[in-house]
């Protein structure tokens, strides 16, 4: 039986006369990774960001294993990797690791570090300064400093704009890692192959509503298309239908 960990109800985030989220309704489950996708200004990235808490909801609920996403318990089981990854230049691929150990206060966490470095093959740049890193490099040690706390859910966001063939199969093979591990994924991307081919559902925005959720077969099947019909066609049709 699935195990819900987030569920989202009649979510709505307006800026002034615009709903950026237009009461939004969408579930996730334990294990699962989930794509977001959508045109640009869909709304993706300000739902994760509600989600987290980085911005203020006009109205609905967020529910994180049965708490609200607010409380504080919960913040600490999410975790956030933004396009464009947070690494400071002038640390040390340890030196990060030990700063996110500090911010959550982890004591005896060095095993553990080399454990997630090896696992993310990282563990040879050790001693490397940020600065120094390949995109790639610096988007799987984002994932490492998330790990650091253990939490539950990631939300990603365009993880693989900008990467080469190498590090896009890096990344994937460290998703599919996480979800091994039972951790839950949200990613929001454009990269509608990746989505195809990665995800386990798959959910499309459009003007801050969800015009489908489903995997992809049950997506072909509610756009009554051939089983051989692309995630591409599939968004293409849905978000054109959708003025």
Not at 74 to 92: H, N, S
Not at 135 to 157: R, T, V, W, Y
Request: proline residues 3%.
């Amino acid at each position: 039986m699935e195990e819900k960990i987030l569920q989202v109800t009649d979510l709505k985030k307006c800026y002034k006369n615009t709903n950026a989220v237009d009461g939004i309704s969408f579930s996730l489950n334990k294990g699962e990774i989930v794509a977001l996708t959508g045109p640009n200004g869909a709304g993706k990235t300000t739902t994760i960001k509600c989600i987290l808490g980085l911005l203020r909801k006009n109205s609905g609920a967020i529910v994180i294993n049965g708490a609200d996403n607010k409380s504080k318990d919960v913040k600490y089981k999410l975790a956030y990797i933004p396009e464009t990854p947070d690494i400071y230049p002038m640390l040390t691929v340890w030196e990060h690791l030990k700063f996110m150990a500090l911010v959550y206060k982890i004591s005896n966490w060095s095993d553990n570090g080399e454990k997630i470095l090896t696992k993310f093959d990282l563990l040879d740049k050790k001693d490397e300064l940020g600065k120094n890193l390949s995109k790639g490099m610096k988007q799987k040690l984002s994932i490492c400093c998330a790990l650091i706390h253990n939490p539950e859910i990631f939300f990603i966001d365009e993880p693989l704009i900008g990467l080469d063939p190498k590090a896009v199969r890096e990344l994937k093979d460290a998703f599919r890692t996480l979800k091994e591990e039972g951790k839950t994924l949200l990613i929001s991307t454009h990269m509608l192959d990746t989505a195809e081919n990665l995800c386990d559902r798959i959910i499309v925005m459009k003007k801050g509503k969800v015009l489908a959720e489903g995997t992809i077969e049950e997506l072909r099947n509610k756009m009554k298309v051939s089983k051989d019909t692309s995630l591409e066609d599939i968004f293409l049709g849905v978000t054109e239908d959708e003025r």
